[in-house]
T-cell receptor, first 114, second 114 residues
C-alpha cells in the first residue's frame, strides 16, 4: 500500500531564510511521482512541484526545489528565501495507479516570521 | 479558462438528506477526481474517472455515488448524508497524457451534516 509520512506538524522560519519540509513515502511500485501542494488559509490547493521516480535531476520551480532521495524514499521540499506569503499548510502527495490517484500526507503548517 | 469550478461553496444538510456537489472543468481534461479533507488529515480519494462513462472507487467511496456523462462534469452525490461526511470536498482534474500528472483542484465545497 502507498503511504506518505510528514513528521513535522508545524514549522517556523524567519523571513529570507531557507526551510526544508520533510516527506517520506512507501510504495512497491517502480513508477510513481511525488508532488508538493500548498494550501493557504483561504483553502485552495496550489500545485508547487513534481518529481517522477525516473527523473534523475531534482525538480526545481523558482524558489522551490525537491530533494529527491530514492534510496531513502524521501522527497523533501526546500523553500529558499522564505516570504511571509509562504505561510500555509504544505502537503506532500504521491501518484500511483497510472497517475489517476493521489495519496496525501497529513501536512506541515509553515509559519514565516519577520 | 475558468479551470475547475465547484458549487456550492458551503452547504448544511440534515442527517438523511441527499444532495449533489457539482464539479466542472473547461480544460478538456480526461481525468477527474473527488477528494475529501478532514481536520488533521490529508486529502483522501473518494471516486475518480478516466473519461466520460468510466468511473472507479478510491480510498473512501462508501456513501457517495458518481457518474460522468460528459468530459466537463463530474458530480458527486451523497445519497443519505451522515455527520461523518462533514468535510471539505475538492474536485480535481488532469490531462490524460503520459507525463502530465499535475492535478488542478477546484476551490472546494465545505459541507456540514447536522
Amino acid at each position: 500500500a502507498q503511504k506518505i509520512t510528514q513528521t513535522q506538524p508545524g514549522m517556523f522560519v524567519q523571513e529570507k531564510e531557507a526551510v526544508t519540509l520533510d516527506c517520506t513515502y512507501d510504495t512497491s511500485d517502480q513508477s510513481y511521482g511525488l508532488f508538493w501542494y500548498k494550501q493557504p488559509s483561504s483553502g485552495e490547493m496550489i500545485f508547487l512541484i513534481y518529481q517522477g521516480s525516473y527523473d534523475e535531476q531534482n525538480a526545481t520551480e523558482g524558489r522551490y526545489s525537491l530533494n529527491f532521495q530514492k534510496a531513502r524514499k524521501s522527497a523533501n521540499l526546500v523553500i529558499s528565501a522564505s516570504q511571509l506569503g509562504d505561510s500555509a499548510m504544505y502537503f506532500c502527495a504521491m501518484r500511483f495507479g497510472g497517475g489517476n490517484k493521489l495519496t496525501f500526507g497529513t501536512g506541515t503548517q509553515l509559519k514565516v516570521e519577520l | 479558462n475558468a479551470g475547475v469550478t465547484q458549487t456550492p461553496k458551503f452547504q448544511v444538510l440534515k442527517t438523511g438528506q441527499s444532495m449533489t456537489l457539482q464539479c466542472a472543468q473547461d480544460m478538456n481534461h480526461e481525468y477527474m477526481s473527488w477528494y475529501r479533507q478532514d481536520p488533521g488529515m490529508g486529502l483522501r480519494l473518494i471516486h475518480y474517472s478516466v473519461g466520460a462513462g468510466i468511473t472507479d472507487q478510491g480510498e473512501v467511496p462508501n456513501g457517495y455515488n458518481v457518474s460522468r456523462s460528459t468530459t466537463e462534469d463530474f458530480p458527486l452525490r451523497l445519497l443519505s448524508a451522515a455527520p461523518s461526511q462533514t468535510s471539505v470536498y475538492f474536485c480535481a482534474s488532469r490531462l490524460g497524457l503520459a507525463g502530465h500528472y499535475e492535478q488542478y483542484f477546484g476551490p472546494g465545497t465545505r459541507l456540514t451534516v447536522t
